[in-house]
Nanobody
Framework: QVQLVESGGGLVQPGGSLRLSCAAS????????MGWYRQAPGKQRELVAV???????NYVDSVKGRFTISRDSAKNTVTLQMNSLKPEDTAVYYC??????????WGKGTLVTVSS
């Protein structure tokens, strides 16, 4: 089992920045990929960014050039640096981890609100 705890959400004005963090605990050696998803009101949950143990990173097109995902394996954390935030980035952001058996683990989510 893997436990994930997010932090760093909040209210920010358009054009501002936020940094989300996720701490993993439990059977961390089973983790293959870690990423961030988000779910806006009335919409389906979508992948925002993912990083693998090999260091590759992938982003949804709408955040490319604005968001950066990074992983610190020594600290068992993954962060999402979000710059140039837009109102359409408003959502609950979830940390996700997938192990080598393709089992998904989820955090409880942290709310990001982009509004003036």
């Amino acid at each position: 089992q893997v436990q994930l705890v997010e932090s760093g959400g909040g209210l920010v004005q358009p054009g501002g920045s936020l940094r989300l963090s996720c701490a993993a605990s439990g059977n961390i050696f089973s983790i293959n990929t870690m990423g961030w998803y988000r779910q806006a009101p009335g919409k389906q949950r979508e992948l925002v960014a993912v990083t693998t143990n090999g260091g590759s990173r992938n982003y949804v097109d709408s955040v490319k050039g604005r968001f950066t995902i990074s992983r610190d394996s020594a600290k068992n954390t993954v962060t999402l640096q979000m710059n140039s935030l837009k109102p359409e980035d408003t959502a609950v952001y979830y940390c996700q981890a997938k192990d080598y058996y393709d089992v998904n683990y989820w955090g409880k989510g942290t709310l990001v609100t982009v509004s003036s």
